[in-house]
């Protein structure tokens, strides 16, 4: 069996063949109107005509499949540089973000008038049994043992670790966790303890104390550590019980802990302050 690209070539070739021999026959006697001339002239025009007709129509599908292949390799350029556009696209954006964060980290720190260096935040605990983070700045920077990290949105918690360049941070939803607090409205006084989770304990609250749902806590400055005033979470539930001389409350942090990428650790007074 002949596929049709054989047919279509010796079609071809049989057409050139037979268009070659009428020529032949013209030109060896082109004054002559009788004889084979003009019989071969009669036989090979319609011959002619569809080898023209073939020829173009190839050579329109040759020209066609070029353009396809420039085609193609023009669309895999162009989704290259696509690529790269929102490649870069993506990193202005995230530039812009970080510039956003930064002002807003230079105003808070601004606007509490204390000495603090910003850190990257490069790496978290991914246990179940300790909430810390580490930052990229350590005794370099200043930034010691025993120094609060904040935020805008309140506290972060303390430094425990530092090194050169590194400093590790233990966040106040550890159990290991403790800062003196007080309702922001009420000035009922407490300690904030972690509760190894999203939540919080503002324990060692008098129960004849009025604390409510939806108050602020902020820190009170009695520990030494954290600075007075400074945001750490809203109460989010209240129980006195039927004993006792404490309350039980919960807060909720004000600081998204999962969504950390930067931080201020409070070095300390600004100079001469």
């Not at 060896?28 to 005509?49: N, V």
């Not at 009922?188 to 303890?193: E, F, P, T, Y």
Request: charge should be positive; charged fraction near 20%.
């Amino acid at each position: 069996m002949f596929s049709r690209r054989m047919v279509l070539v010796v079609a071809v070739l049989g057409l050139l063949l037979l268009n070659i021999a009428a020529l032949t026959v013209s030109s060896s006697r082109p004054d002559s109107a009788e004889g084979a001339a003009p019989l071969a002239l009669h036989l090979t025009a319609p011959f002619q005509k569809g080898l023209t007709a073939t020829l173009g129509w190839i050579r329109s599908i040759w020209h066609g499949y070029f353009n396809l292949v420039t085609t193609a390799e023009e669309n895999e350029v162009l989704r290259s540089e696509v690529a790269q556009l929102r490649e870069q696209l993506n990193g202005y954006n995230e530039l812009k973000l970080l510039n956003g964060r930064m002002r807003s980290l230079l105003s808070f720190k601004e606007a509490k008038a204390r000495n603090m260096v910003a850190a990257m935040v490069t790496g978290k605990d991914a246990s179940l049994w300790y909430r810390t983070l580490i930052i990229d700045k350590g005794t370099e920077d200043g930034v010691a043992k025993g120094q609060p990290v904040v935020v805008p949105e309140g506290i972060v918690g303390q430094v425990i670790e530092a090194s050169g360049r590194y400093a590790k941070v233990l966040l106040i939803t550890d159990r290991n966790s403790s800062v003196d607090a007080l309702a922001q409205d009420t000035r009922a006084r407490g300690v904030l303890k972690g509760g190894g989770a999203a939540e919080c304990r503002f324990a060692y609250a008098n129960r004849n104390d009025t604390i409510k749902t939806g108050q602020r806590i902020v820190s009170s400055g009695l520990d030494g550590v954290f600075p007075k005033g400074f945001f750490i979470g809203t109460v989010s539930e209240v129980h006195k019980g039927v004993s006792g001389i404490f309350q039980e409350v919960a807060v909720t942090p004000s600081v998204p802990f999962d969504k950390l990428e930067e931080v201020l650790v409070v070095l300390g007074p600004e100079a001469g302050s």
